[in-house]
């Protein structure tokens, strides 16, 4: 069984360019996440997918978008690219009930230069 | 809203040694609560849970937790530390109902001295 997955594993792009990150989850989960992970810190919580609709968003700017397809597959779309946006993005997928754990995939490593 | 406190940005014990990673949260609702541990240059993995079922959650790789709701702690303990435990630690705590927004705290990098 197939964990979660991203691509790509590292990615590098100049500043104003726009970038997308891809995430596959784990087989039988229906529901995606994604987090930045700036170096030295915790994961942040950017936006949550499930049934192709974003639920849920954290502080992020609208630069932050995403899609859920409907094989629960997910991308992250970020605009206008800043230095501070270099950091490891994680996806996390689960099963929509509550409580249920999250599974990480390995993160894409953004460099911003 | 909901927040996590992790004491302790890095922590050394020698091999052998009890470790006890700290975290305290804050929820204004009945929380679940996790840990995870992340090796360099990867992603998360899932040590243990806690949804209300046992205030006494046991984890893979021999770590525990206890769910304290009068201290609102739920710290990380292992009898024995080994040198593969040398990681990052991450306390998390998301809401009990509707869908999971999963806040993280800093981490405590434990390092494991032979």
């Known amino acids: 069984d197939a964990g979660v997955t991203q691509s790509p594993t590292h990615l590098i792009k100049t500043r104003g360019q726009q970038v997308t990150l891809r995430c596959s989850p784990k087989s039988g989960h229906d529901t995606v996440s994604w987090y930045q992970q700036a170096l030295g810190q915790g994961p942040q919580f950017i936006f949550q997918y499930y049934e192709e609709e974003e639920r849920q968003r954290g502080n992020f700017p609208d630069r932050f978008s995403g899609h859920q397809y409907p094989n629960y597959s997910s991308e992250l779309n970020v605009n206008a690219l800043l230095l501070g946006d270099s950091a490891l993005y994680l996806c996390?997928?689960?099963?929509?009930?509550?409580?249920?754990?999250?599974?990480f995939g390995p993160g894409t490593r953004l460099t911003v230069t | 809203a909901q927040s996590v406190t992790q004491l302790g940005s890095h922590v050394s014990v020698s091999e052998g040694a009890l470790v006890l990673l700290r975290c305290n949260y804050s929820s204004s609702v009945p929380p679940y609560l996790f840990w995870y541990v992340q090796y360099p240059n990867q992603g998360l993995q899932l040590l243990l849970k806690y949804t209300s079922a046992a205030t006494l959650v046991k984890g893979i790789n021999g770590f525990e937790a206890e769910f304290k709701k009068s201290e609102t702690s739920f710290h990380l303990t292992k009898p024995s530390a080994h040198m593969s435990d040398a990681a990052e630690y991450f306390c998390?705590?998301?809401?009990?109902?509707?869908?999971?927004?999963?806040?993280f705290g800093t981490g405590t990098k434990l390092q494991v001295i032979p």
């Open positions: 998390a705590v998301s809401s009990s109902g509707g869908y999971q927004k999963v806040t």
């Open positions: 996390a997928s689960s099963y929509r009930t509550g409580g249920s754990e999250q599974y």
